[in-house]
């Protein structure tokens, strides 16, 4: 039986709006899909186990909330690095690897795919330039952000105009660390340190994601705020592959936060 639901994704007015500025965005939840068992709900990942056919009209779904045909919703294949691709046009054939993605280009639907990694939209509404970013603790701390903020200058927007919304991602109360990784973060930067809080388990650290990719947005000299929304902790509303690890689960779902300039 097909859900009637109908996504009902999140949203910031920082990002602006179809009506008043010709920008349109979800920071997207489970609600309105038509997966089911430990992908309930509207899973976008293509990368996963689930059925394709399902897969696909939850992204067409997504798509159709935003004004756009299946058609228009990019994606690429996120491998947890810097690169940033300017979009123009729909992809043909294979996605790109990158993890993230800029357009001024209206009609076009970027969107970033995560299960507890950091999903980031970008508006520069003045200059009708968008960007969309996939940010774990590896692209963060390599520099994803920065180069999708350089990426959308290049395309004419305003470091001080851009506007960045961090969305749904694991947050500081639910994750754990070891001290290889502590250690990694404080040899770059001794200021890191200040993202880290003891844990309850000896050697472990708890680790605020949410901090440390809004901390290094403000550094790049753009507008940056959070949701402040935990995906561990909201099962209702999101997937988590921290969640499904702890379960041993054996796959997740994925949801998608997605921006569009509209025609």
């Known amino acids: 039986m097909i859900n ?3 996504p009902a994704p999140l949203r910031s007015a920082l990002l602006g709006s179809p009506e008043e500025d010709r920008i ?9 899909g038509v997966s089911d068992g430990i992908y309930r709900g509207l ?3 293509s990368g996963s186990k689930d059925n394709q ?5 939850n992204r067409r779904r997504v798509a159709e909330t935003l004004g756009a045909p299946l058609t228009h ?7 947890h690095s ?3 691709i300017t979009v123009n046009r729909p992809f043909v054939g294979t996605r790109p690897n990158a993890d993230a993605m800029v357009t001024a280009t209206p009609g076009i639907v970027i969107g970033s795919l995560s299960a507890d990694c950091g999903p980031i939209l970008f508006a520069d509404k003045d200059k009708k330039v968008v960007g969309a970013a996939h940010a774990g603790w590896r692209g963060a701390l390599g520099g994803v952000l920065e180069n999708t903020v350089d990426a959308m200058i290049a395309l004419g927007a305003k470091r001080d105009r851009i506007q960045a919304v961090l969305g749904p991602t694991i947050g500081p109360d639910n994750y754990e660390v070891g001290s290889e990784f502590y250690d990694q973060f404080v040899e770059r930067d001794a200021s890191y340190k200040d993202f880290f809080r003891p844990s309850h388990n000896n050697g472990h650290k708890m680790f605020d994601l949410w901090g440390f990719i809004v901390g290094r947005l403000e550094k790049a000299g753009v ?5 402040r929304q935990c995906t561990y902790a909201d099962e209702d509303q999101f997937f988590s592959y921290r969640r499904t690890t702890h379960r041993k689960e054996p796959d997740y779902g994925r949801q ?4 569009t300039i509209t025609e």
């Open 256 to 259: 998608i936060s997605a921006i």
């Open 43 to 45: 899973n976008v990942g």
């Open 53 to 57: 056919e399902r897969v696909r009209e």
């Open 24 to 32: 349109a965005h979800g920071f997207f939840t489970r609600k309105g």
């Open 4 to 6: 009637s639901e109908k």
């Open 82 to 84: 810097p690169d940033v």
């Open 223 to 227: 507008n940056a705020s959070a949701l």
């Open 73 to 79: 919703l990019v994606t690429v294949h996120q491998v």
